[in-house]
């Protein structure tokens, strides 16, 4: 794909959303805005290569190849960009049965992501299995509510992670899914999980207070939505039930939104819900803008791979 037309189609479709209490027209008259590029994928499920001609109606798209294409793009465009990874990383095709992520964590690593969250389908070979593919992973791994206090994993996870970009702090946690009853417990042992909502509370304080962060971003692997079970705790309740977040990047489900879910949080203040769907088909890209008083406002979208 053609830069221009990559351009042109990362653009398509978005909305300018004003987060907070604020309305756009702050921005209307301000000369310098400072753009913060978020990209991110999830449940990759160790798609390396791109769909062949005869896949249905995945044909011809994905890989890592032309996702590293698209990303260097992105930051030849915007230096100060940040690329997650919101979990299921792992299980899918035959490299993960024969390489057991090894190739996955060393691609990603070329790729030069910023930060993971964990997937329950990334404890497929167990958490020694996952332990043992760490040093191939040259980014860190977040998640908040996963206590592996009494586990391998013991301090090689963090709750959440800094960055600073053009004088914009960013703030990334992770939230995972109930592992029991998903993953047998043999794999994921003495994990203990905490509560999502009370966890992402905690985190929110501690990077909106303590760590002064100006973008709070979580990376859920909770699901966007379960109509069956509206009330089973995922993205979108979490947005509703929280405040301070400006962002959740989600997982599990694989949801494709062509471009993010605008949520009211607790306070009645806008903040967006996003999810690619899987298989590294789609790159999400979301571009945060503040002012020179560190006002946002957001647009985002889902580029075809």
Do not use: W
């Not at 206590?147 to 959440?160: A, E, G």
């Not at 962002?247 to 806008?270: A, R, S, Y």
């Amino acid at each position: 794909m053609k830069r221009r037309n990559f351009i042109q189609q990362a653009s398509a479709g978005t909305a300018l959303v004003a987060l907070g209490s604020f309305g756009l027209q702050s921005f209307t008259s301000s000369s310098k805005l400072r753009k913060i590029t978020i990209l991110h994928t999830n449940d990759v499920h160790s798609h390396i290569d791109t769909f062949g001609p005869e896949d249905g109606r995945n044909a011809n798209k994905g890989g890592v190849a032309r996702r590293a294409t698209l990303i260097e793009a992105i930051r030849n465009e915007n230096p100060n960009t940040l690329l997650l990874d919101a979990g299921d990383i792992f299980q899918g095709t035959p490299y993960f049965n024969y390489y057991g992520g090894e190739l996955e964590f060393k691609l990603m690593s070329k790729l030069k992501y910023d930060v993971a969250t964990i997937g329950n389908h990334d404890f497929d070979n167990g958490i020694d299995g996952l332990f043992a593919q760490l040093p191939h992973a040259e980014f860190e791994f977040v998640t908040a509510n996963y206590d592996f206090k009494n586990t391998i994993l013991d301090t090689h996870t963090k709750p959440y992670k800094v960055f600073k970009k053009d004088g914009v702090k960013i703030g990334v946690f992770g939230i995972g899914i109930e592992l029991n009853g998903l993953v047998a417990p043999d794999l994921f042992k003495e994990t203990k999980y905490l509560d999502p909502i009370e966890m992402s509370q905690e985190m929110t304080r501690i990077l909106k207070i303590e760590e002064h962060c100006d973008l709070i971003i979580c990376l859920s692997h909770l699901g966007y939505y379960y109509k069956n079970n509206p009330d089973l705790i995922s993205d979108l309740n979490l947005a509703k039930s929280t405040k301070d977040i400006d962002l959740i990047i989600g997982g599990h489900t694989h949801t494709f939104l062509p471009k993010p879910t605008v949520v009211k949080n607790v306070n009645n203040e806008n903040m967006l819900v996003n999810q690619v769907g899987c298989y590294g088909i789609n790159l999400g890209r979301i571009d945060f803008y503040f002012d020179a008083n560190k006002n946002k406002t957001a647009n985002g979208t889902s580029i075809i791979v």
